[in-house]
C-alpha cells in the first residue's frame, strides 16, 4: 500500500511554469507505475500522463505533449509533472495515482489505479 501527497499546485500566469510533486510512503515507490491526472469543475477526471515503474515508459494526453514532462525520482520516491506554457484550459485539480505493483506501465485509464492523492488545485490566468 503506497500514500500519496501532491504539492506544487497555485496561481500561475498563462505561458509560466509550474511544477508538481507527489511524495509516497512506501519504501516500495519504485515498484509502482504512477500518473498524473486532472478534474476540473463539472468534468470529468482527465488523463493527463503516465510513467511506467522505471521511469524509462512515459505516455501523455494530446492536449500537454509537448507542453508537460513527467518523471519520477526512485531514491526520494517522489513523482513531478513539470507544466510547461499552461493555458488556462489547464485549470484544475491534479490527481497523482499509483498503480498495483503487478504492473509495469502505466494507462490512461484512471479505474486502472489503485491509489489516489489527495489532489492539488492549479489554477491558470490568461
Known amino acids: 500500500q503506497v500514500q500519496l501527497t501532491e504539492s506544487g499546485g497555485g496561481l500561475v500566469q498563462a505561458g509560466d511554469s509550474l511544477r508538481l510533486s507527489c511524495a509516497a510512503s512506501s519504501r516500495s515507490f519504485s515498484g509502482y507505475a504512477m500518473g498524473w491526472f486532472r478534474q476540473a469543475p463539472g468534468k470529468e477526471r482527465e488523463f493527463v500522463a503516465t510513467?511506467?515503474?522505471?521511469?524509462?515508459?512515459?505516455f501523455y494526453a494530446e492536449s500537454v505533449k509537448g507542453r508537460f514532462t513527467i518523471s519520477r525520482d526512485n531514491v526520494r520516491n517522489r513523482l513531478y509533472l513539470q507544466m510547461n506554457t499552461p493555458k488556462p484550459e489547464d485549470t484544475a485539480v491534479y490527481y497523482c495515482a499509483a498503480r498495483a505493483p503487478k504492473y509495469s506501465s502505466g494507462t490512461s485509464d484512471y479505474t486502472h489505479y489503485d491509489y489516489w492523492g489527495q489532489g492539488t488545485q492549479v489554477t491558470v490566468s490568461s
Open positions: 510513467i511506467s515503474w522505471n521511469g524509462d515508459t512515459t
